[in-house]
């Protein structure tokens, strides 16, 4: 049995919930060496560039947490053409959306109404169009930006497991964003519906987002909140954050070509291209 699975098959038994909601509470510690220990030390651990932070002195943030979602420079993330990369990570998979299937990893699919929590009616405005995953490793900038200008109509809260999502566990976990605990942002933008899902893991404690603070842990029910005053966000504009790392599922009803420069499990940025909708495949939507 290689490494990599052993490390995804002892996490089924684990309390995910409860070890992640301890991280949390440590992560929230506001005693001046313990939070300075725990931020120094992973710095270290993970080689984090704090030249890019708006604040680069790790002793300024007040908790851990504060330091994990730390703002970046203005100019740190310019912005691309054409479709944006929501966060700093790596591009897992990407393409078609193929009769309700989305790619997890090699030999691993997921179903789009899963992944949705079951609305069937959401999921086929995406059949026939495109998705995303990316992976936002424990270095990376933690805060989610819009791919695309969009108005929220709906916001749906999932619960469900906290796997860790590094290609360990996407690798042997069939189903695993559609069995995590997640947050879908359900968007209009001038190239039809489109989808943000924000992924849970392991020891991540909480989700943001910028309209409704935290959103995570509700209940243990499927939770659907629409917005009859329009919430308009721009085209590279802040959605939200993780408190710890996790992974970010974009659906598109249209088509997207691409950069042919992109393969799964490629480094990207938040804001940098990832490649553009084609008029003749935007879907016409009224």
Same mark, same amino acid.
């Given at each position: 049995m290689s490494l990599s699975k052993f490390f995804a098959l002892i996490q089924y038994p684990l309390p995910h919930h409860l070890l992640s909601r301890l991280v949390g509470y440590l992560a929230e510690t506001r005693i001046a060496w313990l939070k300075n220990a725990l931020i120094r030390a992973f710095i270290k651990a993970f080689e984090v560039?704090?030249?890019? /932070?708006?604040?680069?002195?790790?002793? /300024?943030?007040?908790?851990?947490?504060?330091?994990?979602?730390?703002?970046?420079?203005p100019d740190a993330r310019p912005l691309g053409e054409g479709l944006l990369c929501p966060a700093d990570g790596n591009l897992s998979q990407f393409g078609p959306v193929e009769a309700d299937r989305l790619l997890q990893a090699k030999g691993h699919r997921f179903s789009m109404v899963d992944l949705l929590g079951g609305d069937a009616e959401a999921a086929r405005r995406y059949s026939g169009g495109s998705y995303a995953n990316v992976y936002l490793s424990p270095k990376d900038y933690h805060r989610v930006h819009m791919p695309l200008a969009g108005t929220l109509t709906e916001m749906v809260y999932v619960p469900g497991r906290l796997f860790s999502v590094n290609s360990a566990t996407t690798d042997h976990v069939p189903n695993l964003f559609a069995r995590n605990e997640r947050l879908v942002c359900h968007f209009d933008t001038e190239y039809g519906p489109m989808a943000v899902v924000l992924v849970g893991a392991m020891i991540v404690a909480a989700i943001e987002t910028v309209w409704a603070g935290q959103i995570t842990p509700l209940s243990g029910q499927v939770q659907r909140i629409r917005f009859d005053q329009p919430i308009r966000l721009e085209r590279g504009e802040e959605m939200g954050h993780f408190k710890l790392g996790s992974t970010v599922v974009m659906a598109f009803a249209g088509k997207v070509d691409y950069d042919s420069h992109l393969a799964p499990k490629t480094k990207v940025s938040m804001g940098q291209s990832l490649g553009g909708f084609p008029q003749s495949n935007t879907p016409d939507f009224v």
């Open positions: 560039d704090m030249r890019e /932070a708006a604040e680069p002195d790790p002793t /300024a943030y007040a908790t851990f947490n504060d330091f994990f979602t730390r703002e970046l420079k």
